[in-house]
């Protein structure tokens, strides 16, 4: 499975962007999907992560009110709205997914980064403020 994030951009602080993830060569519709960044200077950091069923979510606690992330599975694509962006969210997203495994709940949210086993590529995200 490849994935593609897109979706970056320079705005301004207040503003919104949709993140998109979509997936190739494979089908998400039943991972575990968690977004990620990494802010300038610093590690990759989890931001939110959604169920392999759809029904568990988690966002930290920065980013939580103000980020949703969701799915569209007839389009193999998994979003990351995120509104009332702030100087702090500027990083580089990326986008992860891990495959249904056997142990695994399907309601479980994943927040370790060696529990992914497919990254994208970045998008990045700049707010000015």
């Known amino acids: 499975v490849q994935l593609q994030a897109s979706g970056g951009g320079l705005v301004q602080a207040g503003a919104s962007l949709r993140l998109s993830c979509a997936a190739s060569g494979g089908t998400v519709s039943r991972h575990a999907v968690g977004w990620w960044r990494q802010r300038p200077g610093k590690g990759r950091e989890f931001a939110a992560g959604?169920?392999?069923?759809?029904?568990?979510?988690y966002y930290i606690n920065s980013v939580k009110g103000r980020f949703t992330i969701s799915r569209e599975s007839d389009k193999n694509v998994v979003y990351l709205q995120m509104n009332n962006l702030q100087p702090e969210d500027t990083a580089v997203y990326y986008c992860?997914?891990?495959?249904?495994?056997?142990?695994?709940?399907?309601?479980?949210?994943?927040?370790?980064?060696?529990?992914?086993?497919?990254w994208g590529q970045g998008t990045q995200v700049t707010v000015s403020s």
């Open positions: 959604i169920s392999n069923d759809d029904t568990g979510t």
């Open positions: 992860a997914a891990r495959a249904f495994q056997t142990g695994d709940y399907r309601n479980e949210v994943y927040i370790s980064l060696h529990e992914y086993s497919y």
